[in-house]
């Protein structure tokens, strides 16, 4: 049974830092890239950042370029998101999602998803 579990979200002021954790099970997770997307109440969502399985590359959204880093840990088929100086439109679900070998142009084209986690950048 596939699954992705996230964990790390929470309540931090602006200028704060989570990070965001993706326990991946079920599947054959260094063959996978692992993405990070965000739904924030009444808009679409949004690709944040993924990582592709056989070379690493990373992606990341103009908007998080220079505050989040996304990091894969293929012994604990676990990937990270290190989220620095959030600020208050950082506020969303954060989910996590797998595809094989490649990141998506398009963040529907991810096979698995995970359930989310909340994050709230308020003061």
């Known amino acids: 049974q596939v699954q992705l579990v996230e964990s790390g979200g929470g309540l931090v002021q602006p200028g704060g830092s989570l990070r965001l954790s993706c326990a991946a099970s079920?599947?054959?997770?260094?063959?996978?890239?692992i993405g990070w997307i965000r739904q924030a109440p009444g808009k679409e969502r949004e690709g944040v950042s993924c990582?592709?399985?056989?070379?690493?590359?990373?992606y990341y959204a103009d908007s998080m370029k220079g505050r989040f880093t996304i990091s894969r840990d293929n012994a604990k088929n676990t990937v990270y998101l290190q989220m620095n100086g959030l600020e208050p439109e950082d506020t969303a679900v954060y989910y996590c999602?797998?595809?094989?070998?490649?990141?998506?142009?398009?963040?529907?084209?991810?096979?698995?998803w995970g359930q989310g986690t909340q994050v709230t950048v308020s003061s």
């Open positions: 990582i592709n399985s056989s070379d690493g590359r990373r």
């Open positions: 079920g599947f054959r997770f260094d063959y996978y890239a």
């Open positions: 999602a797998a595809k094989a070998w490649r990141c998506p142009t398009k963040a529907n084209e991810y096979d698995y």
